[in-house]
């Protein structure tokens, strides 16, 4: 199993920034992309930002300009830098690793427990 923590989360005043942290471990041969998910309420989840094994990114259109994203591959951790930050950013963001257990396995996703970001106005 591929285990993802998030940290990072929390309170921000609109126009601030926070940067959030997933850091994958367990059994694994492999991570091909990581990436951040949201969710807000009511709302169904989705893409943020991802980046692949060989760091190419993409972004929401949402997002572009103002969050970056990073990995460590030698950690296995992915990072969300969230800049200029507005209310309706507001969700539980949920970190995502696309992997593969064994060499010549298939891929599999895993998601982290989610990690609430509130961006007050």
């Known amino acids: 199993q591929v285990q993802l923590v998030e940290s990072g989360g929390g309170l921000v005043q609109a126009g601030g920034s926070l940067t959030l942290s997933c850091a994958a471990s367990?059994?694994?041969?492999?991570?091909?992309?990581m990436g951040w998910y949201r969710q807000a309420l009511g709302k169904q989840r989705g893409l943020v930002a991802g980046?692949?094994?060989?760091?190419?990114?993409n972004y929401a259109d949402s997002v572009k300009g103002r969050f970056t994203i990073s990995r460590n591959t030698a950690k296995n951790t992915v990072y969300l830098r969230m800049s200029s930050l507005k209310p309706e950013d507001t969700a539980v963001y949920y970190c995502?690793?696309?992997?593969?257990?064994?060499?010549?396995?298939?891929?599999?996703?895993?998601w982290g427990q989610g990690t609430q970001v509130t961006v007050s106005s």
């Open positions: 367990g059994n694994f041969f492999s991570i091909n992309t």
């Open positions: 995502n690793a696309v992997a593969r257990r064994y060499l010549g396995g298939t891929t599999a996703d895993y």
């Open positions: 980046v692949g094994s060989g760091g190419s990114t």
